[in-house]
């Protein structure tokens, strides 16, 4: 798929890497030479430009792109002028980053669909990771009281076979999958750990220790099974 960033602070040029990394055409925007160098080698393209110049902008013909992301951490104005004149030129999917609560208001009132906040995403995941004290491995915030997380298999189940059904019966949530470390070479030669899910095979999985189990629940089913 092709992308396009437009905005490289943090949050934008991570996600530059990581969907560049994923395999994905990704064209890098930004006014700041140095910040396109740092990701120059690791994206598909890079252009130095003014987002709010339409001729500019008009240029990259960004409406046959897949999805254009813009990820502006300060500047509320500059992310606004941008958004329109990518909605005037027929870009239809647009992921906008909101500053503020303002900011989003006005980004959904000129039918932006999807606006991110990272700042307030992380505060509810951090909120959650101290309600469950720091007993999972990750956790994936869905509201304010429910989570994917991923946690160690407990040693009390190691050597068991588990099954989806049982699980949710014996602890009221959803077992989504089985991860187990694997030494994987990287492109510097060096080894190193990476988790891989496991198929299942007639519906249950023999846990060995250092497995992962990434499940869904509350926050308090997820907190009384990370003591077990």
């Given amino acids: 798929?092709?992308?396009?960033?437009?905005?490289?602070?943090?949050?934008?040029?991570?996600?530059?890497?990581?969907?560049?990394?994923?395999?994905?055409?990704?064209?890098?925007?930004?006014?700041?030479?140095?910040?396109?160098?740092?990701?120059?080698?690791?994206?598909?393209?890079?252009?130095?430009?003014?987002?709010?110049?339409?001729?500019?902008?008009?240029?990259?013909?960004?409406?046959k792109f897949d999805g254009v992301f813009v990820t502006f951490s300060k500047d509320f104005g500059t992310s606004v002028q941008t958004v329109a004149l990518l909605k005037s030129l027929g870009v239809s999917r647009i992921v906008v980053r909101a500053i503020s609560a303002v900011h989003a208001t006005v980004l959904r009132s000129i039918g932006v669909e999807r606006v991110i906040t990272p700042e307030e995403d992380f505060a509810r995941h951090y909120a959650l990771q101290l309600m469950t004290r720091d007993l999972f491995e990750d956790r994936y915030a869905v509201d304010a009281r429910h989570a994917v997380s991923v946690l160690t298999v407990p040693d009390s189940m190691v050597g068991e076979k588990v099954q989806r059904a049982g699980f949710e019966a014996s602890f009221r949530m959803d077992l989504l999958c089985v991860r187990r470390p694997v030494k994987r070479r990287n492109l510097l030669g060096r080894m190193n750990v990476v988790y891989e899910v496991l198929p299942w095979e007639q519906d249950a999985i023999e846990l060995q220790a250092h497995d992962q189990l990434v499940v869904f629940g509350s926050a308090e089913n997820l907190k009384a099974f990370g003591t077990l």
């Fill in 1 to 63: 798929m092709k992308f396009a960033i437009i905005g490289l602070g943090n949050l934008g040029a991570s996600l530059a890497e990581n969907l560049a990394y994923l395999g994905h055409e990704v064209l890098a925007i930004d006014t700041d030479m140095a910040k396109m160098d740092a990701v120059k080698d690791r994206v598909t393209s890079v252009v130095c430009m003014d987002s709010t110049d339409t001729e500019a902008l008009q240029t990259l013909s960004l409406e």
